[in-house]
């Protein structure tokens, strides 16, 4: 039985600034954030989008009335949830009206849980074969105003089904995995900011992948040229390109400018909307699905999947057959095309704007926000939300 992605879809925040913008701000050259790091535009989230809000818009783009119904486990990886019981999970149970006989949890390890969401859905699914599970990937990416890793933040949410015999990639069943203790990123329970010694994370990522990709080619005796591209989680978009250029080093001509070229078209959306955390991965894979012009059913694709502290997973997914007739890429351009640019200060601004901490209640003002779930505020330390399209 082939198990897999069945549907998969993504949401940004209707706000971006050009990090062009934001180099001539901070007094750098702009080739520095485009060319050096990789990036254009960083999505900036209102006050009123939170991880749960952006999961809900996600989900709600791919979801029929039939999936929620055969949906019966939900999982909600993240790393920026919003109460440290509750899952957030229960909150899209209820705003998607999900089949209430259904398993809800929330799982967290740095950017990598989104993939621990997928393994742990395949073996559900091939318990349980008539099935599905929601897999959902979502996160605000925050560092603080005028520091290192300003540059790398953004906000986003995917979503993604998980079924038999699934109508977008069969997941194979075979991938290596790695734990390594390592304080390369983290942000304690008492700051709003995360914590990360630069240098030392790309060379746990780097690390990471070469180790993993040798480890997986010993198990299967696969090569690169068995992989028709080979996908990154991407913090920026630089980072995953160094790793891949290190693996290419003595690959022949072909491999090389296919792999080179494949990941090229896999990066767009990330640069696009900045690092989404745990959604990162499963963002490249979709703009590689979206955008590419020579992508065939049976192609075979490598996942890099990295999560700080460290524990990383090298798996792959084989394309299926009319796969472009089940991807959402008209409505993701036109949500991309419609968002907003802001300046510099207005970013600054709302990024400032932050939702009180520790009062009883209040009220977010949702007017400007044009997106279908927003966060509406606190009523008696109980987080509120509305379906206002």
Same mark, same amino acid.
């Not at 990024?351 to 008696?380: L, Y």
């Given at each position: 039985? =082939? ?12 706000? +971006?600034? *050009?990090? %062009? ?18 990036? *254009? ?14 999961? $809900?818009?996600? #989900? ?43 398993? #809800? ?21 091939? /318990? ?14 925050? +560092? ?12 986003? $949410? ?5 079924? =038999? ?11 290596? +995995? ?13 700051? *709003? ?25 010993? =198990?299967?005796? /696969? ?28 690959? &022949?001509?072909?491999?090389? *400018?296919?792999? /080179? ?13 900045? &690092? ?14 979206? &955008? ?12 890099? %999947? ?31 095309? &419609? ?9 600054? $601004?709302?990024?400032?704007?932050? #939702? ?22 606190? =009523?008696?330390?109980?987080?509120? +939300?509305?379906?206002?399209?």
């Amino acid at each position: 039985m =082939k198990i897999g992605i069945d549907k998969i879809g993504f949401f940004a925040p209707h706000m +971006y600034v *050009e990090t %062009s913008d934001l180099a001539v701000a901070r007094g750098v050259e702009p080739e520095k954030f485009t060319i050096g790091i990789g990036q *254009e535009r960083m999505a900036v989230a209102p006050k009123s989008q939170d991880a749960v809000s952006l999961a $809900a818009n996600a #989900a709600q783009t791919i979801l029929t009335d039939e999936d929620k119904q055969a949906i019966d486990y939900i999982i909600f990886a993240t790393e920026t949830g919003v109460d440290h019981s509750k899952a957030a999970s229960t909150y899209i149970h209820d705003l998607l009206g999900i089949n209430p006989y259904a398993r #809800a949890v929330e799982v967290k390890q740095a950017c990598y849980s989104a993939t621990a969401g997928l393994q742990t859905a395949r073996g559900h699914i091939a /318990l349980n074969p008539d099935s599905k599970v929601l897999v959902l990937g979502s996160d605000i990416s925050r +560092y603080g105003l005028n520091t290192a890793g300003e540059i790398t933040q953004g906000a986003g $949410a995917v979503a993604f089904v998980v079924a =038999k015999d699934p109508r977008v990639m069969a997941i194979e069943p075979t991938s290596v +995995y790695k734990t390594e203790e390592a304080m390369d990123f983290w942000r304690p329970l008492y700051s *709003e900011t995360a914590f990360v010694q630069g240098k030392f994370s790309v060379d746990q990522y780097i690390n990471f992948f070469d180790d993993l990709l040798q480890r997986y080619q010993e =198990k299967t005796g /696969l090569h690169l040229s068995d992989f028709h591209a080979l996908l990154f989680h991407l913090p920026y978009t630089k980072m995953g390109l160094k790793a891949l250029r290190a693996a290419v080093e003595d690959a &022949n001509e072909a491999d090389r *400018e296919r792999l /080179l070229n494949n990941f090229n078209i896999s990066k767009h959306y990330n640069a696009i909307v900045g &690092n989404i955390y745990t959604g990162s991965l499963y963002l490249s894979l979709l703009s590689l699905i979206e &955008n590419s012009q020579t992508l065939q059913a049976g192609d075979r694709i490598g996942l890099f %999947s990295y999560g700080s502290g460290s524990v990383g997973e090298f798996f792959t997914g084989v394309m299926v057959t009319g796969f472009q007739d089940h991807l959402n890429t008209a409505t993701h351009e036109t949500m991309l095309k &419609n968002r907003q640019a802001i300046s510099v200060a207005d970013y600054e $601004a709302i990024f400032n704007d932050k #939702a009180p901490v520790g009062q009883v209640s209040f009220e977010i003002d949702t007017t400007t926000d044009p997106a279908p779930f927003v966060f509406t505020g606190v =009523k008696d330390h109980m987080r509120q +939300y509305k379906h206002q399209a």
